[in-house]
């Protein structure tokens, strides 16, 4: 048997109860989650915002309540724009996701001089300006990834190559691009399912510019 302090009435059941509190006007500021009672909105607002049992996003008009700190940071990214590390903002998901990359470590290392570098783009880039002492090139990084096994997945037909000077196309989304770099960039934005895992036509591609640009 249930008893309800608010009201002074008993229930044979618990579920009997918990009916009654979502149903009754003097449970109306009740917070069912932390199973409080509160007689005004002001008063249990306040509940929600010191309790670290709710997590409520305030951008939203609708003010939802997320139940772990997780949820309310997964929604914030996805429908905020919002950097779950440093809490920015961003006007689209693509400069969302270009702003992430401030926070990886240096942990991808040139195969030739041992330069580190955040993404594997950036290390093919540096290659491809001649910035590398290895004497690596745009040239020799191009004709590497072209020798590539995989190569047909992500190249351009020589007629496409010729409208519009992209030697390389995402094997996903067939998105061109002039450049390894700039393919292997596009991989690692997220914005389509390519990646640069080891099963990946890409993977082959950054191999054999490690091994032979």
Partial sequence: MAFCSVCDRYFRTES??????????????D????????????ARRQHVRD?????????CDDEPDFPTAEGLHTHESVAH????????RFDTPSNLRSHRVVHWDDNVECFRCYRTFVTN???????ETGTCPSGATQGSVTSAALRGYQSAAYTRSYYRAYDDDA??????CAKPCRFASALLQHAESGCCDVSLDEDSP????????????
């Avoid at 030697?167 to 996903?172: H, L, S």
């Fill in 16 to 29: 009997a109860y918990y009916q009654h509190t979502r149903a009754s006007t003097a449970h109306m500021f």
């Fill in 31 to 42: 917070c069912h989650r932390c199973l409080r009672h509160f007689t005004s909105f002001g």
């Fill in 51 to 59: 309790s670290m049992h709710h997590h409520v996003c305030y951008t």
């Fill in 81 to 88: 724009n919002e950097c779950a590390i440093c809490h920015r």
């Fill in 121 to 127: 783009s950036a290390m093919v880039l540096h290659l």
């Fill in 167 to 172: 030697d390389f196309q995402c094997p996903d």
């Fill in 202 to 213: 890409l993977w082959d591609c950054l191999e054999e510019i490690k091994c032979s640009a």
